[in-house]
């Protein structure tokens, strides 16, 4: 007997597989040609000078997580901070401890990132083929391949950059159950929406497609598929409801007391939403008003404003198209033709409709890409909490698809029109290579600017923007110069931007670091170790100046050169060296720190006092753990505070912390300080050790002078 398969009608599916040598069959989307351009304009979009991805605070410190706990053992509980002070659930750790235990680079990282991205671009081009035709799933494909938005979220590690790709899993398994009809999809999509939630809480309003889809698929739905989805649910947030149950449900409370601030209408997600559909992206902005000078597009810019608004129109059309199909009216029933009451007659209209739309599986498709468009984005308009483009992430790349069904829909619609057919349907066949091309031109110019540094980096990011290559190249620069001259240590003089990713990245050098953070102060190798190299940050101007200005008795800087950075400006690499100096009588804080001298220092026409010390004991580096020092000066009427971080600390180096002058000559400077060490929070259950990414309360210790006192005065230089 034999068995055969009825073929399914192309223009739905298009998955005829035509036959190979051999008896192979292969799908038919396997021979499209337009495929591979797909893939080709999303990968080189995304993946071309991958290495000047952006490395802020929030990649270095997820990626940094990922590699600690993949090498030292541990479970993650939780993964970085939200901006609303709570912590994120661990799932990006997960997926990031993929590429980290490839490579301690997060080039690696950045890399896997941008091919899930890719991915996603092939998924949406075969779930829109699939379901909507070979035409729709092209023109979907291609426009999310060149979308200024989802290609500026795929160039860097972050929580919800991950999302596109298993959203894109996530509609599978609904149009499996609702318009396929089969059954097992509730588990998936259940695993997929507790996935997704844990990269953004933004994932929670998913929940109203899955609810739609549960409802129209119902008769699919098996009990071990939904005990099944449970189970991957507890077990995937185990590690963080641990973390829940240890804190007391701290973030609980946060999030409670956030639902009580005031309510706020408005709609600026409807914004946000339309900024997926422009031809250029930042962080904040959809770069209009255009007003980057430097950047590759601006001359042309203004003819490419038309973009925008074309494509909120054929996404509304695409909307419009869906929801006509949606609620289209069934037959009349006998029972609608015989009731004599109205409310009877709607009743049995809705139920009569309610059974088509049943009937229709291509419509319950419909009906989920509208409920996922439409249904959260309303939600976003009510909000007690800021709304962020980035929130915006779980709409893609619905916009896209409903665009291509408008497209394809339209064009096959002049197919059956009897006058002006052809010339209209070439009319639409241009405006739609048009506003690919128009898309691919806006998107390739923002990836050009970011390589090339056409921006302003405090623009871009905040407080400012660093890219992976250039703070490496600094780092190697470091190191190579540390290796010609034979020298010991690098000391790096790090900020509140890069602090996180030079830590992480300077494991990677062969000579030993030392990194400090603060505003206004520096740490120096000690006379008796000879001579270093410090690498200035590009924005930390107040130590530049200091270290520039200090060639006198007691320090001598070279500097050597100025490693470029796109965007802002330039690194600085220094040798230095220090001069012993005896102590003026100053005083030591016993087993801290020993006071050697003043000095005097003009920085923008003002007066400072820089306060020499000599370190008396030694702080070896730790994962996480960073030691510091807040000093308070007073001198007349003032007092300032001055505080400075360090990754580790040796016997004999120099520290530096620089005072405003706020009294006269005259006055002593009278300094009282403290030194604290800064460790992370993990905590154990049974043998399970588990990360987090918060900190145990700082140990601090008050400084002391061996008779007791709390403070030392200097005499003001």
């Known amino acids: 007997m034999k068995l055969v398969l009825p073929k399914r009608p192309a223009a739905q599916t298009g998955d005829d597989k035509p036959p190979v040598s051999g008896g192979l ?17 999303a990968a080189g979009l995304r993946l071309y000078h991958i290495d000047f991805t952006e490395f802020d605070g929030d990649q270095a410190n997820i990626f940094r997580m990922a590699y600690g706990a993949l090498h030292e053992g541990m479970l993650v509980a939780t993964a970085n901070g939200a901006s609303i002070r709570i912590l994120n659930p661990p799932a990006v750790i997960y997926l990031l401890m993929i590429p980290a235990a490839l490579s301690r680079n997060p080039l690696g990282a950045a890399i896997f990132q941008a091919l899930l991205s890719v991915v996603a671009v ?13 035409l729709a799933g092209t023109i979907a494909a291609l426009s999310f391949a060149a979308s200024a938005r989802s290609i500026f979220y795929a160039r860097f590690i972050w929580n919800q950059s991950f999302i596109p790709f298993f959203l894109l899993l996530f509609l599978f398994a609904l149009f499996a159950g609702t318009v396929e009809r089969r059954k097992g999809w509730l588990f998936p999509a259940l695993f997929l929406v507790g996935l997704m939630v844990q990269l953004h809480a933004t994932g929670a309003m998913l929940a109203a497609p899955l609810l739609v889809a549960l409802v129209l698929a119902l008769g699919t739905v098996r009990w071990r598929d939904l005990v099944l989805g449970v189970v991957s ?28 601030l005031p309510v706020q209408w408005d709609t600026q997600a409807l914004t946000y939403y339309q900024w997926s559909l422009s031809p250029y992206a930042t962080l904040m902005d959809n770069g209009e008003p255009f007003t980057n000078t430097h950047s590759v597009l601006f001359p042309i810019y203004r003819r490419l404003l038309w973009l925008q608004p074309l494509l909120t129109c054929l996404l509304l059309g695409g909307a419009v198209t869906a929801l006509v199909r949606v609620l289209r009216p069934g037959h009349l029933s006998s029972q609608e033709k015989v ?29 989920i890409l509208l409920v996922w468009q439409i249904i959260p984005l309303l939600a976003l308009f009510r909000h007690t909490l800021p709304v962020y483009p980035h929130y915006l992430i779980i709409f893609m790349p619905g916009q896209y ?9 339209a064009i096959k619609w002049c197919r059956s029109w009897s006058r002006w057919r052809g010339g209209l349907r070439i009319a639409l066949c241009c405006l739609t290579v048009l506003a690919l091309c128009a898309q691919s031109l806006g998107a390739a110019g923002m990836v050009l600017d970011t390589i090339r540094g056409n921006y302003q980096d405090t623009k871009l990011s905040s407080p400012y923007y660093n890219d992976l290559a250039s703070l490496q190249n600094a780092l190697h620069r470091a190191d190579l110069l540390a290796q010609q001259h034979q020298l010991h240590r690098v000391y790096i003089a ?43 940050s590009p924005r930390s101007q107040f130590v530049d100046a200091l270290i520039g200005q200090g060639n006198n008795g007691n320090l001598h800087a ?15 690499l220094y040798i230095v060296s220090t001069m012993s100096a005896s102590s003026v009588a100053h005083g030591t804080f016993q087993g801290q720190l020993e006071a050697l001298d003043t000095q005097a220092f003009s920085y923008r026409n003002a007066p400072w006092s820089v306060t020499r010390w000599q370190l008396l004991h030694t702080a070896q580096p730790a994962s996480r753990v960073t030691y510091g020092y807040t000093m308070t000066a007073s001198s007349g009427t003032g007092e300032n505070n001055n505080q400075c971080t360090f990754s580790s600390l040796n016997a004999g180096d120099q520290l530096l912390m620089a005072f405003p002058q706020t009294g006269t000559v005259a006055e002593p400077l009278t300094v009282r300080g403290q030194f604290y060490t800064l460790s992370p929070y993990n905590f154990s259950y049974g043998s399970l050790t588990f990360e987090t990414d918060t900190f145990l309360p700082p140990q601090a210790s008050a400084l002391h002078t061996s008779d007791g006192r709390d403070s030392l005065s200097f005499a003001l230089p």
Not at 27 to 41: C, D, G, N, Q
Not at 343 to 364: E, I, Q, S
Not at 515 to 527: D, E, K, M, Q
Request: aromatic share 14%; glycine share 6%; proline share 6%.
């Open 233 to 260: 649910l507890l077990v995937i947030y185990a590690p963080y409801l641990l973390w829940e149950f240890t804190s007391h449900f701290s973030d609980l409370q946060i999030l409670l007391n956030g639902s009580k």
């Open 494 to 536: 790090a900020d509140k931007a890069n602090m996180m990713a030079l830590t992480f990245l300077a494991g990677q050098m062969r000579t030993a670091t030392t990194l400090f953070n603060g505003t206004h102060c520096a740490l120096l190798p000690s006379a008796e170790s000879g001579p270093a190299i410090l690498l200035v």
């Open 558 to 572: 070279t500097l050597i050169e100025r490693p470029h950075r796109p965007g802002g400006p330039p690194f600085a």
């Open 25 to 41: 069959h292969l799908p038919s989307w396997f021979f499209a040609w337009e495929m591979y351009l797909i893939v080709l304009l």
């Open 122 to 134: 092939l998924l949406t081009y075969l779930f829109t083929r699939h379901y909507y035709g070979r």
């Open 401 to 409: 698809i409903l665009i291509g069904f408008f497209l394809a829909e």
């Open 339 to 367: 009731a004599d009451n109205v409310l009877l007659r709607c009743w049995y209209a809705l139920r009569n409709w309610w059974a088509d739309l049943r009937a229709t599986p291509a419509r319950c498709g419909l009906l």
